[in-house]
């Protein structure tokens, strides 16, 4: 059973847009949340994380916003780029986050100069 | 955080031989895990790599199949073994803990079997 679900699949923005990329979980130990940046031919690179504790966190353009009674968390991209274009993956983990890491399905982003 | 390097880069192997992938960390880190990956999808885990013990293997994969090594708190091998062309993938090292908190990959080993 899937346990971190992620949508939408693909998503195409003009620059200066704002991508929301949304994911839900269902398992409630889950306590790290992760993004991961992923160019063609590169592994994933972590991008930014956050903890059920806080409800946003912002590293740049990149902002996370979470909702712990609802089970989602979502990522923002202000003033987005060309080179923005990636897929992006969200995650979760549990214990602080030093055990395994259970992916969504990844969504596609095209920034369109 | 810590920096992964993973090879071979790519392969092309005949089926029912083996390939082995090496990841090596910089730094000593807490945890190891391989992950497979299939072109534009997403990653699945296929074990833990446990240093000085045996790996802890997610449902769908096996030992026998796919052996690892971790010798150490920063070195780490994956076997792809009797290799069939369903076996072609992009395959992933990653390491968490040690000095920067965080999960790290490797830039992945990109199989073909023929």
């Known amino acids: 059973q899937q346990q971190v679900k992620q949508s939408p699949q693909s998503l195409i923005v003009q620059k200066g847009g704002i991508p929301i990329i949304n994911c839900a979980y269902e398992?409630?130990?889950?306590?790290?949340f992760p993004w991961y940046q992923q160019f063609p031919g590169k592994g994933p690179a972590l991008l930014i994380a956050?903890?059920?504790?806080?409800s946003e966190k912002k590293e740049g353009r990149f902002t996370i916003s979470f909702n712990k009674s609802a089970k989602q968390f979502s990522l923002h991209i202000m003033d987005s780029q060309p080179g923005d274009s990636a897929t992006y993956f969200c995650?979760?983990?549990?214990?602080?986050?030093?055990?395994?890491?259970?992916f969504g399905t990844g969504t596609k982003l095209q920034v369109i100069p | 955080s810590a920096v992964i390097s993973q090879k071979p880069s790519r392969d092309i192997c005949q089926r029912g031989t083996s390939l082995t992938i090496q990841c090596q960390v910089d730094s000593q880190v807490t945890m190891m895990f391989w992950y497979r990956q299939q072109p534009g999808q997403s990653l699945t885990l296929i074990a833990t790599?446990?240093?000085?013990?045996?790996?802890?293997?997610e449902s769908g994969f096996v030992i026998d199949k796919f052996p690892i090594s971790r010798p150490n708190l920063t070195f780490s091998t994956l076997t792809v073994s009797n290799m069939s062309p369903e076996d072609s993938s992009i395959y992933l090292c990653?390491?968490?803990?040690?000095?920067?908190?965080?999960?790290?990959f490797g830039s992945g080993t990109r199989l073909t079997v023929v």
């Open positions: 956050i903890r059920p504790d806080v």
């Open positions: 995650a979760a983990s549990s214990t602080g986050g030093y055990q395994k890491v259970t």
């Open positions: 398992n409630t130990a889950f306590d790290y």
């Open positions: 990653s390491a968490a803990g040690g000095a920067n908190y965080g999960y790290t």
């Open positions: 790599a446990n240093q000085g013990s045996e790996a802890t293997y």
